[in-house]
């Protein structure tokens, strides 16, 4: 069975760092692409960051740019999404998602994924 979990979400301080992860099971995930979204309550999901299966491609949305790392380890089945220097603008839940299969490239936007975790709550407090 086809599964996305994340964990890693939680109360942290501005200025503050968080790890987020996410473990892929089912081997319907083999070579696609992964990517992390948010959403924050009254506002539609958006786009944080996405990767290719093997990491070499990354692409991040501006607001967090320079600040979140996306990362992968395929023999461990786990995405990760490090979030440093959070401010009170990151807060939201945060979901992985898994691409579409057949999917050219690294999508970035909604359409684009078929697979969803259940999300993890982030918030940063001021």
């Known amino acids: 069975q086809e599964q996305l979990t994340e964990s890693g979400g939680g109360l942290v301080q501005a200025g503050g760092s968080l790890r987020l992860s996410c473990t892929f099971s089912g081997r319907t995930f083999g070579h696609r692409a992964m990517g992390w979204f948010r959403q924050a309550p009254g506002k539609e999901r958006e786009f944080v960051s996405a990767?290719?299966?093997?990491?070499?491609?990354?692409y991040y949305a501006d607001s967090v740019k320079g600040r979140f790392t996306i990362s992968r380890d395929n023999t461990k089945n786990t995405m990760f999404l490090q979030m440093n220097s959070l401010n009170a603008e990151d807060t939201a839940v945060y979901y992985c998602a898994a691409a579409k299969a057949g999917t050219w490239g690294v999508p970035r936007w909604r359409e684009g994924y078929d697979y969803w975790g259940q999300g993890t709550q982030v918030t940063v407090s001021s």
């Open positions: 990767g290719s299966w093997s990491g070499d491609s990354t």
